[in-house]
């Protein structure tokens, strides 16, 4: 294993004394934003971001940072005036360093920045400045109901000052995949303990603390301004001074070819992304013959097995699997967590199996980052066990088979709808939850499970992974008119593959056991995951197919889903579909969509919408993404905003 280099680890010899000295250097000081500050940006010579800028790499390091942050908080402190004490300030920013020198600015003026979810709608985001009296917002450009202060503007060189008081907290928003927005409230004492929590992971597994050429890499992947992301990744890379490597986009190309140039060390990533890695891996194997995707599956099938003598099991992986990695990530990862939803087993065996190492996280906004499956055994590994509860808390399931959390690292109050209130001494998670030897696993949200016509309980989460196939892209199972299966699939099938797919599900139900437990399947060529959303969301996907809201596809319509408008315009956006693609018109569509079915990129996409906007004179949302990702969608929203008849 590659160590660290030693002067990335000050007057330390090694990371294990590097990590206990500065821990105890925090325990000895008060627990507030100014010690996290001080210490967070001691080793001032580390790189703390590097950015790919054409030929070159771009380095940043943590002394420039925080002569940054002191003097962006005397630009905003000038732009926004005297303002009361742990006043609220909502930071709207993408990853970057900017994000980061931003966050300190609000807090070296005094206020609580609120981190603003850049994948909420605009009223749920101003709902979350209302709610905490907000007096503005630092953005990259958006607008809001407050005044906004650009982050480029206080980038104008000014004199450094140092602050005289910090905010007190930091305020979090939910993902938003419940019925409520809700903004959790963290104070620096909190933030300790969530700091302190990961030695625990850097005690209990070398990899977590694995280098490459000398340096240890975050993948800037997760935004900051989610829970995962603020602690997983800042909070815990950064105190430690390790670097972190900006994502321009988040096509496979460019995810590759970035880890490759930086060596990469670790991705903390949701279940979304994992799963679309893997399935262009195995894509790849596919298309290489049936004699070589056996032999790969021989291969992860006997991986699996030597996992049960370690060395041995490392020593085949490195040599089975080294061209598989190559196509992947390459020889510099460490180690790789996933978190924020159910993952699948076989996603989890393929990671692990072929030589990296995957493992499964649990936390939540209101508890932040609470556990990781540390044990190297496929039994807790693959099955998507979230391990053992991390050092300041503790877990029990109660009576109702639901997980509860109680630390000293969890938010000491949670707004939502307006209303205040503070954290109990056991929180209960809703989460279903089993526990085997110490080790917990999540089943699922209590408030999810169907009722069966027969009174049972149906939990969509096993479910959804039981009949997961080919030709399916996302599934979800909700209370409707009964148990009601709604699949998202291609909408280039012909009836033949259609008629194969709906014999394949029809096969897997009996294999699970849930014949005539599902009242309804329904099928949509619509995705069932939003813009910027990494798990479904099923309380608005039951409203949505309440109200017809999703395209159906069966066999009768599917003929006329393969036919587009006869339209002179449509014929134009497909055109223009084909050439951002580098494909013949014939092989899209109306219903294809340009990132899932033809495998188009963000820049891709980006590339089309200037086309189409020079073109129509028309502008397109800039987070159009999922909702106008086809040339039907795009045809009809040109047809709604456009003057011109076509």
């Avoid at 940054?68 to 709207?92: F, M, W």
């Avoid at 809001?144 to 602050?163: A, H």
């Avoid at 307006?418 to 917990?440: I, S, V």
Wanted: charged fraction near 25%.
């Amino acid at each position: 294993m590659d160590r660290l280099k030693k002067e990335s680890l000050g007057t330390e010899q090694s990371i294990d004394s590097f990590v206990e000295q500065k821990l105890k250097r925090f325990s000895r000081m008060e627990h507030d934003f100014a010690s996290l500050f001080s210490l967070m940006f001691s080793e001032e010579s580390n790189t703390i971001y590097e950015t790919g800028r054409g030929f070159e790499i771009e380095k940043l390091t943590y002394g420039q940072a925080r002569s940054n942050a002191l003097k962006r908080s005397a630009a905003l402190k000038e732009a926004l005036g005297e303002q009361k004490k742990d006043a609220v300030v909502g930071l709207y920013q993408a990853n970057g360093p900017e994000w980061i020198e931003n966050f300190w600015a609000i807090l070296l003026i005094g206020c609580r920045p609120l981190l603003l979810n850049m994948q909420l709608d605009d009223a749920s985001l101003n709902e979350a400045l209302r709610s905490t009296d907000a007096i503005a917002v630092v953005s990259e450009g958006k607008t809001f109901q407050l005044p906004v202060v650009l982050s480029d503007s206080l980038k104008e060189t000014v004199t450094e000052k140092e602050p005289d008081v910090f905010g007190s907290e930091i305020l979090l928003m939910s993902s938003g995949t419940s019925a409520n927005i809700k903004i959790c409230a963290y104070t620096a004492e909190e933030i300790y303990y969530q700091v302190l929590d990961s030695y625990q992971i850097i005690r209990d597994c070398k990899l977590m603390r694995g280098a490459y050429r000398g340096e240890l890499k975050q993948l800037a992947l997760l935004p900051f301004y989610h829970v995962f992301g603020l602690v997983a990744m800042y909070l815990w890379f950064g105190f430690f001074s390790r670097t972190f490597v900006h994502l321009p986009d988040l096509s496979p190309k460019t995810v590759q070819s970035t880890i490759l140039r930086h060596g990469v060390t670790h991705i903390f990533a949701v279940p979304l992304f994992w799963e679309k890695i893997y399935e262009q891996a195995i894509r790849t194997i596919k298309d290489r013959g049936e004699a070589v995707e056996r032999k790969f599956n021989r291969a992860l099938a006997l991986s699996v097995k030597l996992d049960r003598i370690p060395p041995l099991g490392k020593l085949f992986k490195k040599f089975a699997f080294k061209e598989v990695r190559e196509n992947l990530f390459g020889e510099s990862i460490r180690f790789l967590i996933t978190g924020g939803s159910m993952i699948e087993p076989s996603i989890l065996a393929f990671f692990n199996g072929i030589g990296y190492r995957l493992a499964n996280g649990y936390g939540m906004s209101e508890i932040g980052i609470c556990s990781v499956e540390l044990d190297h055994r496929a039994k807790y590994l693959h099955a998507g066990y979230v391990g053992k509860p991390l050092s300041s808390l503790e877990y029990r399931i109660n009576e109702g088979g639901e997980l509860e959390v109680r630390g000293k690292s969890i938010s000491h109050y949670v707004m939502e709808c307006g209303f205040k209130r503070t954290c109990p001494d056991w929180f209960n998670t809703h989460d279903l939850a089993e526990c085997e030897n110490g080790h917990y696993r999540i089943l699922g949200r209590k408030d999810d499970l169907v009722i069966g016509p027969e009174g049972e309980n149906l939990n969509p989460n096993l479910i959804e992974a039981a009949l997961r196939t080919d030709g399916i892209g996302e599934l979800c199972l909700f209370q409707a008119e009964g148990p009601t299966l709604l699949c998202s699939v291609r909408g280039d099938l012909s009836e033949e593959e259609f008629e194969d797919l709906t014999k394949r599900l029809q096969e897997k139900m009996i294999a699970a056991n849930l014949a005539g437990k599902i009242k309804k399947i329904s099928f949509t060529t619509d995705p069932l995951l939003g813009e910027g959303e990494f798990k479904c969301n099923r309380r608005l996907i039951r409203e949505k197919y309440r109200k017809h809201a999703f395209r159906p596809l069966s066999a009768e319509t599917i003929g006329k889903a393969m036919k587009g408008p006869d339209d002179p315009l449509y014929e134009e956006i497909l055109l223009q579909f084909a050439k951002a693609l580098n494909k013949n018109p014939e092989e899209i569509s109306p219903q294809m969509n340009f990132f899932m079915d033809l495998g188009g990129t963000s820049l891709d996409y980006f590339a089309l919408l200037n086309t189409l906007r020079e073109t129509y004179g028309i502008e397109f949302p800039v987070s159009a993404g999922m909702n106008l990702g086809s040339p039907e969608a795009v045809y009809e929203y040109i047809k709604t905003e456009s003057t011109h008849v076509h």
